[in-house]
């Protein structure tokens, strides 16, 4: 396909409802969605896309329940520790975007080695968005900036986009949010200026492929013109 966006960003909604309408416990429908992301995103690498991101756990998240944080931090360490040997066959470099505050020491260990050995990998970069906010990025990036003594009329978009978490990370040609909610959600707010929309009526842990395959075709459709 000659149209392929160079960065998908997928909001991952419609766990829980997946869970609900299928009568399971909320974390088996976290469970599906973390099988829904390795189908999801290793067919948008086949496909071309050299960066994918994913809306893992937004800083808001931290007001579900104990029991619910404790499941999604368990997903994210299987994530970060198990599956590694997998991204390291599949030649994947593995982020993490988001702020370190409040974050535990074996979160943050386990983050920092998972990037730190797939620092070299080159086959496409894997991007999950945990503890992240848009605006919190903007005003971390902002404070770096200030930090740095930069004057006023030096500060620029180019400026603030060097200072974003992992700033190498290009905006996002696509987003696409499952569950039938139209709605960023805080996600890739600076990278989302011009980014392509595409809602999809239905709960993240039924992606698969084919999903890909149709998402694709729908972007290859859409004309991009960027203001002018």
């Known amino acids: 396909m000659s149209d392929v966006p160079a960065h998908i960003g ?33 067919a ?10 994913v809306y893992a756990f937004s800083t808001e ?3 579900r329940t104990e029991k619910e944080v404790s499941k999604l931090m368990g997903l994210l360490l299987r994530t970060l520790v198990a599956d590694l040997p997998t991204f390291q066959e599949n030649n994947i470099r593995l982020r993490v975007l988001g702020s370190r505050a409040g974050v535990s020491e074996k979160i943050l260990t386990a983050i920092d080695k998972a990037e730190s ?15 992240y906010g848009g605006e919190i990025e903007i005003v971390e990036a902002v404070k770096k900036i200030v930090q740095s003594g930069v004057q006023p009329e030096d500060v620029t978009p180019a400026l603030i ?18 569950s039938g909610e ?3 959600s805080g996600f ?26 149709s998402i694709l075709e729908t972007y290859a459709q859409r004309h991009r013109r960027f203001g002018k």
């Open 10 to 42: 997928y909001i991952l909604d419609g766990n829980r409802r997946w869970a609900k309408e299928h009568g399971l416990p909320q974390y088996e429908g976290h469970l599906a969605g973390y099988n829904a992301v390795q189908e999801v995103t290793r």
């Open 44 to 53: 948008s690498f086949e496909a071309g896309v050299r960066y994918v991101s």
């Open 61 to 63: 998240n931290w007001k």
């Open 117 to 131: 050995e797939t620092a070299s990998n080159t086959g496409g970069d894997f991007a999950i968005c945990f503890n």
């Open 161 to 178: 986009a060097e200072n974003l978490y992992s700033p190498d990370i290009p905006p996002c040609d696509l987003i696409v949010r499952t």
């Open 182 to 184: 139209e709605r960023l």
């Open 188 to 213: 890739m707010l600076w990278r989302a200026a011009y980014s392509e929309l595409l809602f999809l009526d239905k709960n993240w842990p039924e992606m698969t492929k084919a999903d890909v395959v």
